[in-house]
């Protein structure tokens, strides 16, 4: 068992690749192979292995088949655009990249990366690890606690924001156990689907910090209506989207898969094959990054806390 305090590193496959595909400029190998994505992903994982110097890593990916939250409400996400034709080869280039390196890749069938990175989160959690979670998705905000956190890139791929219990709160105005409720009353346009009409986040806020969750706020229905009708005939007529919101913004911690601690431990990744895997795409400074992060021995590089700038 890993001692208390271990790093563990979860990566949101998807939403990291399309991170990189956006922001960086569209590179090509020699015979026309977009690589743009592959540079930027390849970029910021190597940024964050060198300044958190973790003992575990894994990476998520959804499954392309339909997950369970379509099954609840089939215009989930059904408003997303097809995935551009130079972006979809790049998902193949970036996990035979990552199988080649030993870095355990993650998918499964019904599953968003979501519920996978909750559930390997949560187990962490209760092992005593210190995880931090790669992502550009706020959805996942609810996993924070005092033993995960959350990296959320703001520029580019260089620039990330911490996000712990006190950085949540802050911008937020509610704990990160409830942002579920939060999202269940006002809804998610980038996943399709609606919360309560008429409902933003400020009074949302308001309402979640008074009565805690959406299941009490509708108990105490009557008391809100006698200070408030308005609102109160607000969340009755879109009480049934907050139910439906509230499953569908719900990540599972408890997802039934399998997974070993030790496939992800960092002591598994092939540095040669991974420097090799790179080259082969045309790369110059990633290979060089690779080196400069491991030492000679496969060892990560220690930085000064001056350097680090992620934590």
């Known amino acids: 068992m890993d001692s208390p305090g271990e790093k563990f590193i979860l990566i949101d496959g998807n939403a990291?690749?399309?991170?990189?595909?956006?922001?960086?400029?569209?590179?090509?190998?020699?015979?026309?192979t977009p690589t743009g994505a592959v540079q930027g992903f390849f970029s910021m994982i190597l940024k964050i292995i060198q300044e958190l110097k973790p003992e575990h890593i894994a990476i998520a990916f959804d499954s392309p088949s339909p997950n369970f939250r379509k099954q609840l409400f089939t215009?989930?996400?059904?408003?997303r655009p097809a995935m551009e034709s130079d972006l979809s080869p790049q998902f193949g280039i970036i996990q035979g990249i990552l199988e080649k390196a030993k870095i355990p890749v993650y998918a499964v069938e019904g599953l968003e990366a979501d519920d996978i990175i909750g559930t390997i989160a949560e187990k962490?959690?209760?092992?005593g690890h210190l995880v931090y979670i790669l992502t550009g998705d706020r959805?996942?905000?609810?996993?924070?606690?005092?033993k995960t956190k959350i990296l959320a890139p703001v520029k580019g791929i260089s620039e990330m924001t911490l996000f712990d219990e006190g950085k949540v709160k802050e911008k937020y105005g509610i704990n990160p156990s409830q942002f579920v409720e939060l999202k269940a009353l006002v809804g998610d346009n980038s996943d399709n689907?609606?919360?309560?009409?008429?409902?933003?986040p400020k009074t949302a806020s308001n309402l979640i910090n008074e009565y805690g969750s959406v299941e009490n706020i509708y108990k105490n229905i009557s008391k809100l209506r006698a200070k408030n009708s308005k609102l109160a005939e607000k969340l009755?007529?879109?009480?049934?989207?907050?139910?439906?919101?509230?499953?569908l913004a719900t990540i599972l911690t408890n997802a039934p898969f399998k997974y070993d601690f030790?496939?992800?431990d960092m002591k598994n990744l092939n540095i040669e094959a991974f420097r090799k895997a790179l080259e082969a795409y045309d790369f110059k400074t990633?290979?060089?990054r690779l080196n400069d992060v491991f030492k000679a021995d496969g060892e990560i590089e220690k930085i000064s806390d001056k350097q680090m700038k992620l934590i």
């Open 124 to 127: 962490a959690k209760e092992t």
């Open 262 to 264: 030790s496939d992800c």
């Open 236 to 247: 009755m007529a879109g009480r049934k989207n907050a139910e439906l919101a509230h499953q």
């Open 286 to 288: 990633l290979p060089k």
């Open 139 to 146: 959805d996942m905000l609810q996993l924070v606690n005092h």
């Open 16 to 32: 990291i690749v399309h991170r990189a595909y956006h922001v960086m400029p569209p590179l090509t190998r020699k015979d026309g």
């Open 75 to 79: 215009q989930y996400q059904s408003q």
């Open 193 to 200: 689907y609606p919360g309560v009409s008429g409902i933003g």
